[in-house]
């Protein structure tokens, strides 16, 4: 299903007929938001206003219809290192669009395997935090958009994993994201490359409440035909 695209303003926060929640917003990037990439170029801005910019490597592509796509072979979206942050949620709208030829096919990447999101052969989510867990409950089905947000709370731990707007799965995993470089579709070397398209990518610092997780949702569903 194609990306139906909202108003953007030059915030960068308004999709459609809501706005995304702006408090504790790190890093936001949007396709559908000419001022997070204006069309051309391999250069992707952050709209929260803390210049967490990224880069398009290798051969991303992007649609006027509201997305990236990386290609599964080499493509990725890089990023500097952002403030370490010990409460957190990232927040993305994605899709893949072929079969995943591996079980670690990185979502998010980060240098030295920090903390990674993976995709397996059975379209299940895979998370990295000192070792790799198998997360059944939360799947992405080919072709399907899907918001997908990671919450987490360093005291605990706790990492809970949301799919459109709903809690899934519950963990006593996580890790400080520590001010290092992290990717879109990649790992930090070559090889296990994940094939998709990417509409937005969000990082909080702080532990984004269900309401909050939910408003977000529904702010961007109908763009993402949901």
């Not at 007929?17 to 890093?27: F, K």
């Amino acid at each position: 299903m194609g990306v139906n695209i909202g108003n953007t303003s030059s915030a960068g926060y308004f999709i459609g007929a809501e706005h995304v929640i702006p408090d504790n917003l790190e890093l936001h990037i949007d396709a559908s938001d000419i001022d997070s990439y204006p069309g051309s170029g391999t250069a992707i801005y952050d709209t929260s206003g803390n210049s967490n910019n990224g880069s398009m490597v290798n051969g991303v592509t992007w649609s006027s219809d509201g997305y990236f796509t990386v290609d599964g072979s080499n493509d990725k979206i890089t990023f500097s290192s952002i403030a370490t942050l010990s409460d957190w949620s990232l927040c993305f709208w994605l899709k893949h669009t072929s079969a995943q030829g591996a079980n670690y096919e990185r979502i998010f990447g980060s240098a030295s395997n920090q903390f990674e999101i993976a995709e397996d052969t059975s379209d299940q989510i895979r998370i990295y935090d000192g070792s790799w867990r198998t997360i059944s409950a939360v799947t992405i089905p080919s072709g399907d958009w899907v918001n997908l947000v990671f919450a987490m709370r360093l005291a605990g731990p706790q990492l809970d994993i949301y799919k459109n707007g709903v809690n899934l799965s519950s963990t006593a995993d996580g890790k400080i994201l520590s001010g290092y470089t992290f990717y879109l579709g990649s790992k930090y070397t070559s090889g296990e490359q994940w094939a998709g398209s990417i509409g937005s990518f969000m990082i909080y610092s702080a532990r984004l409440t269900p309401d909050q997780i939910l408003h977000n949702f529904n702010a961007d569903r109908g763009r993402f035909g949901i």
